[in-house]
């Protein structure tokens, strides 16, 4: 009974077997669509995409085990001349075995910079104490990229965060790039008459979205501009 | 020598309590709003390459009173960021060395820009531990302290030392034409 289940197993497992042996890489591989994956890395946006196991797998294929030596005997042909019947043997026929290179992977990296700008103000020239001066930054509220990496399209989209440090031991945080008068989004008013160092920090960070699933990518981007700002007193004089 | 920073002392020595050193550092700190501040902020800026120069010799030989002009100058904003930008590869070791000690010799109140200027150095040399904790001394002398917040900013979002020393870089021209011209 037993050795009939097994019969009638033989080519089940001669199936499996097929399968397991045809079936593309992929399919032991971590990443059977696609891996991607965005992060930051020296100041820059870095996008990577990878497909398959990861790394390029080699396998050999089963060695097929030479049968048991076989000997043919041929009955000697009937001749004029009798001749000694000749016992022929045949070397045994043995499947070298294939190395069979599955590389089914797929990776590329992208690089992308980020906007950056110099720090803009207004009066240009010699502000005056106690008097706005107006700030701004000429770089998009919102940066998007799509990229199309070994045939995934991936979008990143990065939004700014400024720090202003106006050089006085002031100080702002603020998500806006601040514009030009009338404009007046972004000011500081300096009470004492000097030239200020202005340090803008920009950090960009945000998501991207793979697939329709939108992750955070990780690490963020700073970016710094330096300004000078001169600012001078603005004497009150009374006149008639 | 990684290992060496890591087990380097920053915490402040006697001659930080000293009354008659704290009355000196205290003689050149800069009032805020005086007519001759530039004047201040030039001979501050001066101190602090002639400071280095002095430190190259003679190492913490340096003398008391330009050690305590120094430190009483840098309580000027532009002064700090003059000292911030002083530095290059090739004096990177020597003002390593003259902050350190500065940052020890500070008296209360006086630690918070010594303390980010040292910080920056251990920073821009990746010695992160050693420039969080330099900050942490600032924050004790001076909690609001502008540059240290923004610093913790900047170290704690990583970014590359390399883009700090640009910024830096960038930064001292503009500093020195404003103290300067």
């Known amino acids: 009974m037993g ?32 891996c991607v994956d965005v992060y930051t890395k020296d100041n820059q946006i870095i996008i990577e995409a990878h497909k398959g196991s990861g790394s390029t797998t080699t396998r050999k294929a089963p060695v097929v085990q030479p049968s048991p030596t076989a000997t043919l005997w041929f009955p000697p042909k009937p ?3 009798p001749r000694p019947y000749v016992k022929r043997s045949y070397k045994p026929r043995s499947a070298k075995a294939k190395s069979v290179t599955q590389s089914a992977n797929l990776s590329d990296r992208l690089t992308k910079l980020v906007p950056s700008a110099g720090i803009a103000f207004q009066p240009e020239f010699e502000a005056l104490t106690n008097v706005p001066v107006i700030f701004w930054i000429d770089v998009p509220q ?36 601040g514009a030009p008068y009338p404009n007046q989004t972004i000011t500081h008013t300096y009470s004492k008459p000097g030239t200020y160092a202005v340090l803008l920090l920009t950090t960009w960070n945000g998501s991207f979205t793979h697939n329709g699933a939108v992750r955070a990518v990780t690490g963020e981007i700073v970016n710094s501009s330096v300004a000078t700002v001169t600012v001078v007193s603005a004497p009150t004089r009374f006149t008639k | ?73 840098l309580s000027d904003i532009q002064v700090r960021d003059f000292a911030l930008g002083s530095h290059n590869a090739a004096s990177f070791e020597n003002y390593w060395g003259m902050w350190r000690y500065l940052l020890q010799v500070a008296p209360v109140g006086y630690v918070a820009p010594v303390a980010c200027l040292f910080a920056s150095l251990a920073y821009e040399c990746g010695d992160i531990p050693l420039a969080y904790r330099a900050l942490d001394r600032a924050t004790l002398d001076q909690p609001a302290y502008s540059l240290t917040i923004l610093l913790r900013r900047v170290f704690g979002s990583g970014w590359p030392a390399a883009a700090f020393a640009a910024m830096r870089t960038e930064l001292h021209p503009k500093v020195s034409s404003g103290i300067f011209d």
């Open chain 1, 79 to 81: 001749s004029p001349t």
């Open chain 2, 1 to 73: 020598m990684r290992t060496e920073k890591e087990a380097l002392s920053i915490t402040s020595t006697a001659q930080a309590t000293d009354a008659k050193f704290i009355a000196l550092v205290s003689s050149f700190a800069v009032i805020e709003g005086s007519p001759d501040i530039n004047d201040r902020q030039q001979e501050g800026a001066t101190a602090v390459i002639d400071l280095a120069g002095e430190f190259e010799k003679f190492a913490d030989s340096a003398s008391p009173e330009n050690i305590a002009k120094v430190l009483g100058r």
């Open chain 1, 3 to 34: 050795a009939l289940i097994v019969a009638r197993m033989k080519p089940l497992i001669a199936l499996i077997l097929i399968a397991v042996f045809t079936t593309p890489a992929s399919a032991f591989a971590d990443c059977s669509d696609a």
């Open chain 1, 142 to 177: 919102f940066f998007q990229s799509r990229v199309n990496i070994i045939g995934e399209i991936v979008d990143v989209a990065l939004r700014p965060g400024f720090i202003w440090s106006f050089g006085d031991h002031s100080m702002w945080a603020t998500t806006h790039t």
